[in-house]
């Protein structure tokens, strides 16, 4: 098999393994469904095993042959994309840093440090993604970017953490106000929003935002209560919530970064964040 054929099975297999779904592959990948089962035969009768248990309904099982390789592909797929960069042009010799960071890290942290990075590493090359914390683990857990920036405390396993700055939780909003303005579970400040209304037997009608910077803007303009970053709430009416309302930003490192010039980097990241 011609090596460029098995690296478009392995990464059609790498989306089929993360979706459990063919046709959702198929979506992800602008191909059909029959095309993505064929190309999971091919990619199995290549390997002589089975990957996938199909039991007539839409989603799959994965083999634990799939899981071993999944964890195989990642390596082989993130090795095989970054040597076509470094083949096509010579200013594509830059090294790659893709970054995710949680909303109020993205939005009120994020831009200071850049400022920094991009002067102090002019031979990396910066993408930003923004995200909750637990997609930024979960890209960082699939190589798709190299630092994460989160705020709540994950159980990270074998990506590499680090202790950042602290923030200080506020509740914003006038009393009385209502809905409440709450972000999705997976969020980091969800956990001290329910804790908050579950300590002071609070039940108020909830509203989920999935956007930091919409919740501010509706309690700009007087609508609904919610609990945010001291950061965020300059212009907003708030009280200072107590001690167990400071959370501490993190810094997630993706396993098996071997390059020099990121390794400096988060030694400035690290440095950098005493400091703000």
């Known amino acids: 098999m011609e090596v460029i054929t098995l690296f478009k099975l392995l990464e059609t297999f ?11 592959a198929g979506e992800i990948l602008f191909i059909s469904q029959p095309s993505v089962s064929s190309q999971i035969k091919q990619l199995e009768a290549e390997l002589k095993t089975m990957l996938f248990l199909r039991n007539g309904r839409k989603e799959i099982v994965a083999t634990p042959q799939a899981d071993l390789l999944y964890q195989e592909t990642l390596d082989l797929l993130e090795n095989w994309n970054g040597l076509l960069s470094q083949l096509s042009s010579e200013r594509d010799q830059k090294t790659i840093c893709r970054i995710a960071a949680s909303h109020t890290f993205a939005v009120y942290l994020l831009p200071m440090l850049l400022k920094e990075l991009v002067v102090k590493f002019p031979e990396i090359s910066f993408s930003v993604r923004m995200l909750n914390s637990m997609e930024v683990l979960d890209a960082i857990s699939k190589h798709e970017v190299e630092l994460g920036f989160i705020e709540k405390p994950l159980s990270t396993g074998q990506v590499q953490r680090f202790t950042l700055m602290e923030d200080q939780l506020v509740l914003a909003g006038k009393p009385g106000n209502t809905p409440w303005l709450v972000r999705e579970s997976s969020s980091g400040v969800y956990y001290y929003t ?15 935002v ?36 400071r959370r501490n930003f993190y810094l997630l490192q993706r396993e098996g970064l071997d390059a020099d010039d990121l390794s400096r980097c988060i030694t400035f990241i690290l440095q950098w964040s005493r400091f703000i």
């Open 210 to 245: 999935h956007n930091n910077e919409v919740i501010r803007e509706l309690l700009k303009l007087g609508v609904g209560r919610s609990i945010l970053s001291k950061r965020a709430a300059e212009g907003i009416t708030y009280e200072e919530l107590p001690e167990g309302y």
């Open 14 to 24: 790498r989306v089929v393994y993360e979706t459990r779904n063919f046709s959702k």
């Open 194 to 208: 329910k804790r908050y209304l579950e300590e002071n037997n609070l039940t108020p009608p909830l509203l989920e």
